[in-house]
């Protein structure tokens, strides 16, 4: 099955530096304003996501979208990369490592669609 949100070699790398720096890590897709739509990355706990919807798993860390944004976007893979660019007005831990995380994406097929379909995922 395919999964909902992957990661490029370089996020997961950047992901194992700020593990060890940080410890645990989440994942939250910011839905525009300040951030862009860039993937933020925080401690747990340092954002209530109990209204959000978990995609997936990037680097061992859960990574979670707004139920209102997953609407727009439930149709696409998430695919997080990273930008060698300080991002601005963010408040996500890879900032002053010189780097931010940044979100492309790519519509579902319409096999891999049927198939999360098919499991219930959507």
Request: aromatic content about 10%; glycine content about 12%.
């Amino acid at each position: 099955m395919v999964e909902r949100v992957i990661a490029t070699e370089a996020t997961l790398a950047l992901i194992e530096l700020l593990r060890a720096k940080h410890g645990d890590l989440i994942f939250h897709q910011s839905g525009g304003c300040c951030d862009g739509s860039a993937a933020n990355c925080y401690l747990p706990g340092e954002l209530c996501t109990d209204q959000d919807v978990c995609l997936g798993e990037i680097g061992g860390c859960p990574f979670y979208i707004s139920s209102s944004q997953y609407e727009y976007w439930k149709h696409m893979q998430l695919i997080i990369d990273v930008l060698d660019t300080r991002g601005g007005g963010t408040f996500s831990l890879e900032g002053p490592e010189g780097k931010s995380f940044h979100t492309r994406s790519r519509l579902f097929t319409d096999e891999e669609w049927a198939g999360l379909v098919a499991a219930g995922i959507v």
